[in-house]
């Protein structure tokens, strides 16, 4: 199997899944800290995660960046959120992070993460203050927002290395793999 997990992280919900997928592919895993298109091109099947924050996925450029020069390559992107995977937010992201050739040539899933605000930078923790002052004044908050409220106070995990079970089954189908 020639494959890659290349991931960004934050706050190492989206390291963890990236970790598991490349442990049960046994493929070459790299962080995206100043990756190129170089470091990519070697690979048949790259597989990208990346946090998500105000509905963009962290570090995604890479991809998007590169995608003319790797959009014949076996493309998988894997985002992690806070929120419950609902099917309406999910279409939303994928919406606002990929055009739609990107749609049809990139395989996409969406993992539950966590939140940990103590790891956040400056500008992640203006934007959770942000996302905290809509959420308490909201009149009827829905239960997972109340779990995102709580996150503020003590970090909250949701990661399951069962939730890659799917993009695990998509690659080996690739490979020919039961």
């Not at 003590?154 to 939730?163: H, I, L, M, Q, R």
């Amino acid at each position: 199997m020639n494959a890659v997990v290349v991931y960004r992280s934050k706050t190492g919900f989206t390291k963890r899944y990236a970790e598991w997928i490349s442990q049960e592919l046994v493929c070459d895993i790299k962080e995206n800290v100043r990756l190129s298109k170089a470091d990519i091109m070697p690979y048949d099947t790259v597989i990208y995660g990346g946090g998500l924050y105000a509905s963009g996925i962290n570090g995604l450029g890479l991809i998007k960046g590169n995608f003319d020069a790797i959009k014949d390559k076996n493309l998988i992107v894997f985002a992690t959120g806070l929120t419950l995977p609902e099917q309406g937010y999910v279409s939303k992201v994928w919406q606002a992070n990929f055009n739609e050739e990107q749609r049809r040539r990139i395989k996409r899933f969406y993992f539950r993460g966590g939140l940990d605000y103590s790891k956040l930078g400056r500008c992640g923790k203006l934007v959770m203050n942000i996302m905290k002052f809509v959420l308490k004044n909201k009149k009827t908050p829905m239960e997972d927002e109340f779990g995102a409220l709580e996150a503020f106070d003590k970090p909250v995990d949701f990661t399951d290395k069962e939730n890659i079970a799917p993009l695990i089954a998509y690659v080996r189908g690739l490979y020919g793999e039961g």
